[in-house]
T-cell receptor, first 118, second 114 residues
Framework: GAGVSQSPSNKVTEKGKDVELRCDPI?????LYWYRQSLGQGLEFLIY????????KSGLPSDRFSAERTGGSVSTLTIQRTQQEDSAVYLC????????????????FGPGTRLTVL | AQTVTQSQPEMSVQEAETVTLSCTYD???????LFWYKQPPSRQMILVIR??????QNATENRFSVNFQKAAKSFSLKISDSQLGDTAMYFC???????????FGAGTRLTVKP
């Protein structure tokens, strides 16, 4: 597609339930990022994928958070046993390499998924 | 660790006037990138302007320009001829050269008044 897409755009869940958030990066982009943005706050780095390398998980806040990237394209962020403090907007971004659309050092963001945990 | 500080949580400007948003950062690196992103109410993060630290010339993109002071570790954004559509959160961001993650400031909420 033309840009990064994320689904769903909004998700309301009950405390203790698991949720999956999806990100479709720009075609050809090998780097993919997940960020969390709490209300009125800046962006908090969660996890980074680059090609077939092991992901950088240093930003994941707890072991309830995990992410996968299948086939080097689509990524899914999973939050298990959700808590109210998980409520936030979850943003995905992708970045290209030389020869692909977009600058190699610029991240292009999706519209985010607003997660509300009741 | 790199930190990015935006000291102005909120700002407002009259339409057609000029406004400057401040950003400072802390790093021991010599090669890095700096960015300004805009996030309107739609939540979509949009790249406004980027600067490579090794370039002394300040980046400009139409009405948007930066004042990059490498020694002072300052990277302010100037918006000229402000438009109503400029109303948004503005985030300053830092990324080391050839590195994975980008560090963001807490943001400045800009309101352009008619």
């Amino acid at each position: 597609g033309a840009g990064v897409s994320q689904s769903p755009s909004n998700k309301v869940t009950e405390k203790g339930k698991d949720v999956e958030l999806r990100c479709d990066p720009i075609s050809g982009h090998t780097a993919l990022y997940w960020y969390r943005q709490s209300l009125g706050q800046g962006l908090e780095f969660l996890i980074y994928f680059q090609g077939n390398s092991a992901p950088d998980k240093s930003g994941l806040p707890s072991d309830r958070f995990s992410a996968e990237r299948t086939g080097g394209s689509v990524s899914t962020l999973t939050i298990q046993r959700t808590q109210q403090e998980d409520s936030a907007v979850y943003l995905c971004a992708s970045r290209g390499l030389a020869g692909t659309p977009g600058s190699t050092d610029t991240q292009y963001f999706g519209p985010g998924t607003r997660l509300t945990v009741l | 660790a790199q930190t990015v500080t935006q000291s102005q949580p909120e700002m407002s400007v009259q339409e057609a006037e000029t406004v400057t948003l401040s950003c400072t950062y802390d790093t021991s690196e010599s090669n890095y990138y700096l960015f300004w992103y805009k996030q309107p109410p739609s939540r979509q993060m949009i790249l406004v302007i980027r600067q490579e630290a090794y370039k002394q010339q300040n980046a400009t993109e139409n009405r948007f320009s930066v004042n990059f002071q490498k020694a002072a570790k300052s990277f302010s954004l100037k918006i000229s001829d402000s438009q109503l559509g400029d109303t948004a959160m503005y985030f300053c961001a830092f990324m080391k050269y050839n590195n994975n993650d980008m560090r963001f400031g807490a943001g400045t909420r800009l309101t352009v008044k008619p």
